[in-house]
């Protein structure tokens, strides 16, 4: 009996669009910060609601004053670093020289978030207050390690190609130019940094500020 299932005729298959893969770096991007917006606001329940209950008045046990000179110095090199990489990507000529700078920014940033749990007095166990500014912070960093390492693939994707000619033809499926590519994984990537540094500022607010 002659199976009904067969190979097809031809063994080429076509190639998708060329649209679709920075459409979908651009997609990825977005999904990416709901994720990211859902994961974090776990955070914003505990400090809301632990604060609220004071459960035997221990939302802060002894001193628990986080330092406002390096919270000010963490968030402002956030901040320039988002502002500099989502114009770089916005203006192609400047691109790589805006990413480099961004990036050198993002690591002080987390540099300096280390060098603040050194001046820390006090630990998760301080505490609510304490365990929600230890566990926000400390992800927030782990994860933004994530994405410096992101904006370094695209400054280094960025920097071959103006070493080797963005315009040489590269495999099926793929702008043959490639600069597309390229300048959609730079938005993508701008994109969702500027959203988590946007987290960043607002953890900055509740945790430092409130």
Same mark, same amino acid.
């Given at each position: 009996?002659?199976?009904?299932?067969?190979?097809?005729?031809?063994?080429?298959?076509?190639?998708?669009?060329?649209?679709?893969?920075?459409?979908?770096?651009?997609?990825?991007?977005?999904? #990416?910060?709901?994720?990211?917006?859902? #994961?974090?606001?776990?955070?914003?329940?505990?400090?809301?609601?632990?604060?609220?209950?004071?459960?035997?008045?221990?939302?802060?046990?002894?001193?628990?004053?986080?330092?406002?000179?390096?919270?000010?110095? /963490?968030?402002?090199?956030?901040?320039?670093?988002?502002?500099?990489?989502?114009?770089?990507?916005?203006?192609?000529?400047?691109?790589?020289?805006?990413?480099?700078?961004?990036?050198?920014?993002?690591?002080?940033?987390?540099?300096?978030?280390? /060098?603040?749990?050194?001046?820390?007095?006090?630990?998760?166990?301080?505490?609510?207050?304490?365990?929600?500014?230890?566990?926000?912070?400390?992800?927030?960093?782990?994860?933004?390690?994530?994405?410096?390492?992101?904006?370094?693939?695209?400054?280094?994707?960025?920097?071959?190609?103006?070493?080797?000619? /963005?315009?040489?033809?590269?495999?099926?499926?793929?702008?043959?130019?490639?600069?597309?590519?390229?300048?959609?994984?730079?938005?993508?990537?701008?994109? #969702?940094?500027? #959203?988590?540094?946007?987290?960043?500022?607002?953890?900055?607010?509740?945790?430092?500020?409130?």
């Amino acid at each position: 009996m002659e199976s009904s299932a067969s190979a097809p005729l031809s063994p080429h298959i076509a190639p998708e669009p060329s649209a679709w893969q920075p459409r979908a770096l651009w997609v990825t991007a977005r999904l #990416f910060c709901g994720s990211a917006s859902f #994961f974090f606001i776990s955070f914003l329940f505990a400090y809301f609601y632990l604060r609220s209950i004071d459960a035997n008045n221990a939302w802060k046990v002894g001193a628990v004053n986080p330092s406002q000179g390096l919270g000010i110095a /963490i968030v402002a090199l956030l901040v320039l670093s988002a502002v500099v990489l989502r114009l770089g990507a916005t203006r192609p000529t400047d691109t790589l020289g805006a990413g480099i700078a961004a990036l050198i920014m993002a690591v002080l940033a987390i540099v300096l978030q280390f /060098i603040e749990y050194t001046t820390l007095g006090f630990g998760a166990v301080s505490g609510a207050y304490a365990s929600v500014f230890i566990g926000w912070t400390a992800t927030y960093t782990v994860f933004a390690i994530g994405c410096v390492y992101w904006i370094e693939t695209q400054i280094a994707s960025l920097w071959r190609a103006r070493r080797e000619g /963005i315009t040489r033809p590269i495999r099926e499926g793929v702008p043959a130019s490639e600069v597309d590519l390229l300048r959609a994984g730079i938005e993508a990537a701008s994109f #969702f940094w500027a #959203f988590y540094v946007g987290i960043g500022v607002a953890a900055y607010v509740i945790l430092y500020l409130v």
